[in-house]
């Protein structure tokens, strides 16, 4: 019962780790800096009240999507994360598509757009009218 017990220890820790492992490599982050278009911070707070809970209702494989504001609403920070390209590649079509797009693309400016990860050739194409700017992981871990 001992061997057994520390047999199973083992293999759920390594199994564990092994899951870290790709998750760290094939990860998609979203690193969005936005300027808050003058006059829209209101209606850009109104319109992340309906937006993040469809984006949350509508893509179960979206595993962080948070905006921050600054104290005066002028700018933006917002994080996505992504077990792989292809869940952001789905988050990318679903929000061209969605109700929400044209008003947020209107109420910001974009000053940088990060895709960190190993994103592929259909994500980058994906985001294009955004950005070009992708960063493949080179070393690191998950917790």
Same mark, same amino acid.
Do not use: G
């Given at each position: 019962?001992?061997?057994l017990t520390i047999f199973l220890a083992f293999f759920i820790s390594t199994t564990a780790f092994a899951g870290h492992h790709e998750a760290s490599e /094939?990860?998609?982050i979203f690193a969005i800096n936005a300027d808050i278009v003058d006059g829209k911070a209101e209606s850009f707070r109104s319109l992340l009240k309906e937006m993040v809970p469809a984006v949350k209702a509508s893509e179960p494989n979206t595993i &962080? $999507?948070?905006y921050f504001l600054n104290s005066d609403d002028t700018k933006l920070t917002l994080i996505e994360? $992504?077990? /792989? %390209? #292809?869940a952001a590649v789905f988050h990318m079509t679903a929000f061209g598509v969605s109700? =929400?797009?044209? #008003? =947020?693309l209107a109420s910001i400016n974009i000053t940088s757009f990060v895709v960190a990860g190993n994103? %592929?050739? #259909?994500?980058m #194409?994906?985001?294009?009218?955004?950005?070009?700017? /992708? &960063?493949? =992981?080179?070393?690191g871990f998950i917790r």
């Open positions: 019962m001992k061997l /094939n990860q998609i &962080r $999507y948070q994360v $992504y077990p /792989n %390209s #292809e109700p =929400f797009a044209d #008003e =947020f994103a %592929s050739a #259909e994500l #194409e994906a985001v294009a009218p955004f950005t070009s700017d /992708n &960063r493949p =992981f080179v070393q």
